[in-house]
Protein backbone atom coordinates (compact mmCIF):
# COMPACT_ATOMS: atom_id res chain seq x y z
CA UNK A 1 0.00 0.00 0.00
CA UNK A 2 2.81 2.26 0.93
CA UNK A 3 3.60 2.93 -2.98
CA UNK A 4 0.05 4.21 -3.67
CA UNK A 5 -1.35 7.35 -3.47
CA UNK A 6 -3.36 8.33 -0.73
CA UNK A 7 -6.83 8.24 -2.55
CA UNK A 8 -8.80 7.23 0.68
CA UNK A 9 -8.01 9.84 3.50
CA UNK A 10 -9.40 12.09 5.45
CA UNK A 11 -7.82 15.30 5.62
CA UNK A 12 -8.35 17.38 9.01
CA UNK A 13 -9.84 20.33 7.67
CA UNK A 14 -12.95 21.52 7.95
CA UNK A 15 -15.08 21.87 4.69
CA UNK A 16 -16.32 25.82 4.03
CA UNK A 17 -19.70 24.95 2.64
CA UNK A 18 -22.05 21.39 3.51
CA UNK A 19 -21.94 18.81 1.01
CA UNK A 20 -25.74 19.38 -1.33
CA UNK A 21 -27.57 16.25 -2.38
CA UNK A 22 -29.80 16.87 -5.77
CA UNK A 23 -32.65 15.66 -7.49
CA UNK A 24 -31.88 16.99 -10.93
CA UNK A 25 -35.56 18.03 -12.18
CA UNK A 26 -37.10 18.99 -8.44
CA UNK A 27 -34.32 21.44 -7.70
CA UNK A 28 -32.34 22.72 -9.87
CA UNK A 29 -33.46 26.28 -12.00
CA UNK A 30 -34.07 25.57 -15.89
CA UNK A 31 -32.28 27.79 -18.21
CA UNK A 32 -33.69 28.66 -21.50
CA UNK A 33 -30.93 30.03 -23.62
CA UNK A 34 -32.40 28.43 -26.60
CA UNK A 35 -35.73 27.10 -28.10
CA UNK A 36 -35.78 23.35 -27.30
CA UNK A 37 -32.70 22.63 -24.97
CA UNK A 38 -33.94 22.68 -21.06
CA UNK A 39 -29.98 23.55 -18.83
CA UNK A 40 -30.85 22.64 -15.53
CA UNK A 41 -27.45 24.18 -13.84
CA UNK A 42 -25.72 22.64 -10.74
CA UNK A 43 -23.18 25.61 -9.69
CA UNK A 44 -20.07 25.10 -7.61
CA UNK A 45 -17.02 27.14 -6.98
CA UNK A 46 -14.71 25.38 -9.83
CA UNK A 47 -17.42 23.81 -11.06
CA UNK A 48 -20.98 24.27 -12.90
CA UNK A 49 -22.95 20.80 -13.78
CA UNK A 50 -25.92 21.26 -16.69
CA UNK A 51 -28.31 19.02 -17.39
CA UNK A 52 -29.60 19.52 -20.23
CA UNK A 53 -32.86 17.63 -22.34
CA UNK A 54 -32.72 18.08 -25.86
CA UNK A 55 -36.13 17.92 -27.69
CA UNK A 56 -36.22 16.26 -31.34
CA UNK A 57 -34.94 18.27 -33.73
CA UNK A 58 -33.38 20.94 -31.37
CA UNK A 59 -30.10 22.64 -31.87
CA UNK A 60 -27.38 24.55 -29.87
CA UNK A 61 -25.39 26.46 -32.98
CA UNK A 62 -22.01 26.80 -33.15
CA UNK A 63 -19.99 28.89 -30.33
CA UNK A 64 -17.43 28.34 -28.41
CA UNK A 65 -15.92 30.10 -24.52
CA UNK A 66 -13.02 29.89 -22.56
CA UNK A 67 -14.28 27.21 -20.13
CA UNK A 68 -13.15 23.89 -20.58
CA UNK A 69 -16.31 21.58 -21.19
CA UNK A 70 -17.01 17.72 -20.75
CA UNK A 71 -19.65 16.53 -22.36
CA UNK A 72 -21.30 13.00 -21.69
CA UNK A 73 -24.53 11.82 -23.35
CA UNK A 74 -26.74 10.30 -21.17
CA UNK A 75 -29.68 9.43 -23.02
CA UNK A 76 -30.96 9.55 -26.72
CA UNK A 77 -28.22 10.52 -29.52
CA UNK A 78 -26.71 14.16 -30.15
CA UNK A 79 -24.53 15.26 -32.92
CA UNK A 80 -21.79 17.00 -31.93
CA UNK A 81 -19.42 19.01 -34.32
CA UNK A 82 -16.24 19.98 -32.75
CA UNK A 83 -13.85 21.60 -34.50
CA UNK A 84 -14.07 20.00 -38.45
CA UNK A 85 -15.80 16.90 -37.16
CA UNK A 86 -19.09 15.82 -36.62
CA UNK A 87 -20.15 12.50 -34.80
CA UNK A 88 -23.56 11.06 -33.23
CA UNK A 89 -22.68 10.08 -29.58
CA UNK A 90 -24.92 7.68 -27.75
CA UNK A 91 -24.59 7.09 -24.25
CA UNK A 92 -21.29 5.65 -23.74
CA UNK A 93 -19.89 8.51 -25.22
CA UNK A 94 -18.27 11.91 -23.48
CA UNK A 95 -16.07 14.53 -25.22
CA UNK A 96 -13.49 16.79 -23.81
CA UNK A 97 -13.48 20.81 -25.00
CA UNK A 98 -10.32 22.60 -24.30
CA UNK A 99 -10.86 26.10 -23.38
CA UNK A 100 -11.90 28.10 -26.78
CA UNK A 101 -12.48 24.47 -28.87
CA UNK A 102 -15.53 25.53 -31.45
CA UNK A 103 -18.55 23.15 -30.78
CA UNK A 104 -22.09 22.63 -31.61
CA UNK A 105 -24.92 20.20 -31.02
CA UNK A 106 -27.93 18.88 -32.48
CA UNK A 107 -30.34 16.12 -32.20
CA UNK A 108 -32.33 14.64 -34.68
CA UNK A 109 -35.65 12.42 -34.14
CA UNK A 110 -35.75 11.43 -30.42
CA UNK A 111 -35.18 13.71 -27.24
CA UNK A 112 -32.02 13.44 -25.99
CA UNK A 113 -29.78 13.87 -22.35
CA UNK A 114 -26.43 14.94 -21.68
CA UNK A 115 -24.58 16.85 -18.66
CA UNK A 116 -21.88 19.54 -19.84
CA UNK A 117 -19.36 19.87 -16.86
CA UNK A 118 -17.80 23.45 -17.11
CA UNK A 119 -14.84 24.85 -14.83
CA UNK A 120 -14.58 27.55 -14.48
CA UNK A 121 -18.33 27.71 -14.30
CA UNK A 122 -19.78 28.71 -17.51
CA UNK A 123 -20.03 32.38 -17.07
CA UNK A 124 -22.76 33.84 -18.98
CA UNK A 125 -25.40 30.90 -17.20
CA UNK A 126 -24.11 32.13 -13.80
CA UNK A 127 -24.90 36.06 -14.82
CA UNK A 128 -28.31 34.58 -16.06
CA UNK A 129 -29.16 32.97 -12.69
CA UNK A 130 -28.02 36.30 -11.02
CA UNK A 131 -30.52 38.14 -13.19
CA UNK A 132 -33.14 35.75 -12.43
CA UNK A 133 -34.18 35.54 -15.54
CA UNK A 134 -34.28 31.33 -16.11
CA UNK B 1 -31.81 39.70 -27.72
CA UNK B 2 -29.74 42.71 -26.12
CA UNK B 3 -30.18 41.71 -22.40
CA UNK B 4 -29.28 38.00 -22.72
CA UNK B 5 -25.63 37.17 -22.35
CA UNK B 6 -23.97 36.37 -25.62
CA UNK B 7 -24.53 32.42 -24.87
CA UNK B 8 -23.86 31.50 -28.58
CA UNK B 9 -21.08 33.53 -29.62
CA UNK B 10 -17.57 32.33 -31.20
CA UNK B 11 -14.25 34.79 -29.86
CA UNK B 12 -11.83 35.10 -31.63
CA UNK B 13 -9.37 33.52 -29.63
CA UNK B 14 -7.57 29.80 -31.37
CA UNK B 15 -7.28 26.72 -28.23
CA UNK B 16 -4.60 25.16 -27.59
CA UNK B 17 -5.64 21.70 -27.76
CA UNK B 18 -7.78 20.39 -29.82
CA UNK B 19 -11.44 19.10 -28.80
CA UNK B 20 -11.21 14.85 -28.33
CA UNK B 21 -14.23 12.47 -28.61
CA UNK B 22 -14.48 9.55 -26.24
CA UNK B 23 -15.82 5.93 -26.01
CA UNK B 24 -15.52 6.09 -22.37
CA UNK B 25 -14.82 1.93 -22.30
CA UNK B 26 -13.14 1.64 -25.30
CA UNK B 27 -10.47 4.78 -25.36
CA UNK B 28 -10.25 5.41 -21.54
CA UNK B 29 -7.66 3.82 -18.95
CA UNK B 30 -8.80 2.17 -15.85
CA UNK B 31 -7.81 2.61 -12.32
CA UNK B 32 -8.22 0.09 -9.90
CA UNK B 33 -7.99 1.94 -6.22
CA UNK B 34 -10.45 -0.74 -4.75
CA UNK B 35 -11.72 -3.57 -5.69
CA UNK B 36 -15.29 -3.74 -7.03
CA UNK B 37 -15.02 0.22 -8.87
CA UNK B 38 -13.38 0.39 -12.08
CA UNK B 39 -12.67 4.12 -12.63
CA UNK B 40 -12.05 5.85 -16.31
CA UNK B 41 -10.92 8.83 -16.21
CA UNK B 42 -10.97 11.97 -18.40
CA UNK B 43 -8.37 14.31 -18.38
CA UNK B 44 -8.86 17.74 -18.97
CA UNK B 45 -6.67 20.90 -17.50
CA UNK B 46 -8.87 22.07 -14.85
CA UNK B 47 -11.46 19.10 -14.92
CA UNK B 48 -10.87 15.15 -14.63
CA UNK B 49 -14.35 13.25 -15.47
CA UNK B 50 -14.18 9.64 -13.56
CA UNK B 51 -16.13 7.42 -15.04
CA UNK B 52 -17.19 4.54 -12.31
CA UNK B 53 -18.51 0.85 -12.64
CA UNK B 54 -19.62 -0.31 -9.20
CA UNK B 55 -19.66 -4.33 -8.73
CA UNK B 56 -22.30 -4.90 -5.86
CA UNK B 57 -21.69 -4.89 -2.38
CA UNK B 58 -18.76 -2.70 -3.37
CA UNK B 59 -17.56 0.03 -1.27
CA UNK B 60 -15.65 3.51 -1.15
CA UNK B 61 -14.39 4.28 2.45
CA UNK B 62 -15.20 7.74 3.93
CA UNK B 63 -12.29 10.08 2.35
CA UNK B 64 -12.26 13.48 1.71
CA UNK B 65 -10.47 16.44 -0.65
CA UNK B 66 -9.54 19.49 -1.63
CA UNK B 67 -10.76 19.13 -5.37
CA UNK B 68 -14.35 19.74 -5.63
CA UNK B 69 -16.47 17.43 -6.91
CA UNK B 70 -19.81 16.49 -8.74
CA UNK B 71 -21.34 12.92 -8.28
CA UNK B 72 -23.99 11.75 -10.95
CA UNK B 73 -25.44 8.62 -10.78
CA UNK B 74 -26.11 7.12 -14.36
CA UNK B 75 -27.21 3.68 -13.67
CA UNK B 76 -27.98 1.29 -10.61
CA UNK B 77 -28.54 2.62 -7.04
CA UNK B 78 -25.73 4.06 -5.10
CA UNK B 79 -25.72 5.18 -1.20
CA UNK B 80 -24.36 8.60 -0.83
CA UNK B 81 -22.61 9.47 2.80
CA UNK B 82 -22.18 13.15 2.73
CA UNK B 83 -20.79 14.39 6.21
CA UNK B 84 -23.34 12.92 8.55
CA UNK B 85 -26.14 11.92 6.07
CA UNK B 86 -26.93 8.64 4.05
CA UNK B 87 -29.22 8.89 0.95
CA UNK B 88 -29.62 6.13 -1.91
CA UNK B 89 -29.11 7.56 -4.86
CA UNK B 90 -30.54 7.07 -8.35
CA UNK B 91 -30.60 7.94 -11.80
CA UNK B 92 -31.97 11.64 -11.42
CA UNK B 93 -29.80 12.52 -8.59
CA UNK B 94 -26.66 13.90 -8.10
CA UNK B 95 -24.71 15.74 -5.91
CA UNK B 96 -22.43 18.80 -5.39
CA UNK B 97 -19.55 17.97 -2.72
CA UNK B 98 -17.44 21.33 -2.06
CA UNK B 99 -13.85 20.82 -1.26
CA UNK B 100 -13.24 18.48 1.97
CA UNK B 101 -16.67 17.30 2.60
CA UNK B 102 -16.37 13.62 3.81
CA UNK B 103 -18.00 11.11 1.70
CA UNK B 104 -18.65 7.45 0.75
CA UNK B 105 -20.33 5.38 -1.65
CA UNK B 106 -21.97 1.53 -1.27
CA UNK B 107 -23.67 -0.30 -3.75
CA UNK B 108 -26.32 -3.23 -2.96
CA UNK B 109 -27.36 -6.27 -4.62
CA UNK B 110 -26.88 -4.54 -8.32
CA UNK B 111 -24.55 -2.89 -10.03
CA UNK B 112 -24.15 0.58 -10.82
CA UNK B 113 -22.70 2.99 -13.02
CA UNK B 114 -21.92 7.02 -12.17
CA UNK B 115 -19.95 9.89 -12.96
CA UNK B 116 -17.46 11.96 -10.65
CA UNK B 117 -16.31 14.96 -11.96
CA UNK B 118 -13.42 16.80 -10.14
CA UNK B 119 -11.80 20.42 -10.33
CA UNK B 120 -8.93 20.68 -10.08
CA UNK B 121 -8.04 17.22 -11.83
CA UNK B 122 -8.23 14.67 -8.89
CA UNK B 123 -4.45 14.52 -7.68
CA UNK B 124 -4.16 10.72 -6.67
CA UNK B 125 -5.69 9.52 -9.72
CA UNK B 126 -3.28 12.16 -12.15
CA UNK B 127 0.13 10.10 -10.03
CA UNK B 128 -1.36 7.00 -10.48
CA UNK B 129 -2.14 7.39 -14.22
CA UNK B 130 1.97 8.90 -14.62
CA UNK B 131 3.06 5.91 -12.66
CA UNK B 132 1.75 3.86 -15.58
CA UNK B 133 0.24 1.83 -12.57
CA UNK B 134 -3.63 1.78 -13.91
Known sequence: MSDQPAYFEVPPVEPDEPGRYVAIERDLPVLDFIPGLAMRPLV???LLASFVRYQPHSEAPRHAHGEEQVFIVIEGEIELELGDERRLLRPGDA?????FVPHAVRTFGEPAYAVDVFSPPRKPM?????AGSG
Chains 1, 2 share one sequence.
Open 44 to 46: GRN
Open 95 to 99: ALLPA
Open 126 to 130: LEKLR
